[in-house]
């Protein structure tokens, strides 16, 4: 009965000193927002980019718990949402992506020039590789497009001595384009092929 007391002379100073009731000094919902204001407001970066933040991720958004239940109603109706967004969506089949010629280079992009920049890149991306892996290792797995190969062997003994950028690397073939400006298809089965990874000369088998 104790803590009755006390709060009955509580709420006697409270009306002593001009609080008609006790309501009047609880927070109100302005006040609460304020602080939660201030509080994630403190936590974020000053200066324009915290202002950002707040407005973007915090102002007006619902925030979950990290403790919200997963089975939640909510939860659910929103997964099952997804599912659906996602089985409306259609992925263009390889078939039509043929149909469209979107596999296909336009002839006037068909120059050895346009392509020397994706070497460069691939360049770099080779000693980049160098870096992590073995040279063995590395050169087994390395993406050729953008590499200048040439054909050491292969089924076809016109292509053998041919060079070029690789622009094209599909399942069974590559496409390379010369330095005459002209693209040949080169089937990889058998062929082997050799190419500069760094300061190494290096050769694989396709």
Same mark, same amino acid.
């Given at each position: 009965m104790?803590?009755?007391?006390?709060?009955?002379?509580?709420?006697?100073?409270?009306?002593?000193?001009?609080?008609?009731?006790?309501?009047n000094?609880?927070?109100?919902?302005?006040?609460?927002?304020e602080?939660?204001?201030?509080?994630?407001?403190?936590?974020?970066?000053?200066?324009?980019?915290g202002?950002q933040?707040?407005?973007? $991720?915090?102002?007006?958004?619902i925030? !979950?718990?990290?403790?919200?239940p997963k089975? =939640?109603? &909510?939860?659910?109706? /929103?997964?099952?949402?997804?599912?659906?967004?996602?089985?409306?969506?259609?992925?263009m089949?390889?078939?039509?992506? $043929?149909?469209?010629?979107?596999?296909? !280079?336009?002839?006037?992009?068909?120059?050895? =020039?346009? &392509?020397?920049?994706? /070497?460069t890149?691939?360049?770099t991306?080779?000693?980049?590789?160098?870096?992590?892996?073995?040279?063995?290792k590395?050169?087994?797995?390395?993406?050729?497009?953008?590499?200048?190969?040439?054909?050491l062997?292969?089924?076809?003994?016109?292509?053998?001595?041919?060079?070029?950028?690789?622009?094209?690397?599909?399942?069974?073939?590559?496409?390379?384009?010369?330095?005459?400006?002209?693209?040949?298809?080169?089937?990889?089965?058998?062929?082997?092929?050799?190419?500069?990874?760094?300061?190494?000369?290096?050769?694989?088998?396709?």
């Open positions: 104790g803590y009755k007391i006390f709060y009955r002379k509580t709420l006697r100073n409270i009306n002593y000193f001009g609080c008609d009731t006790y309501s000094i609880q927070p109100t919902m302005g006040d609460k927002r602080k939660v204001r201030s509080f994630v407001r403190d936590l974020l970066p000053e200066g324009p980019y202002e933040e707040y407005r973007s $991720k915090v102002h007006a958004k925030l !979950l718990l990290d403790n919200v089975s =939640t109603s &909510f939860m659910k109706a /929103n997964l099952q949402r997804v599912i659906r967004e996602a089985s409306q969506k259609q992925l089949s390889n078939r039509k992506g $043929k149909s469209r010629n979107l596999y296909n !280079l336009p002839e006037t992009s068909k120059t050895f =020039t346009l &392509f020397k920049p994706l /070497n890149h691939w360049n991306y080779a000693r980049t590789l160098l870096n992590d892996l073995k040279l063995k590395a050169v087994s797995i390395v993406d050729l497009t953008g590499c200048l190969i040439q054909v062997r292969g089924r076809c003994p016109a292509y053998v001595g041919v060079s070029g950028i690789v622009i094209k690397n599909t399942k069974n073939a590559l496409t390379v384009i010369t330095d005459q400006n002209t693209t040949i298809m080169i089937i990889k089965k058998g062929t082997v092929v050799g190419f500069r990874m760094g300061e190494h000369e290096v050769f694989r088998r396709l």
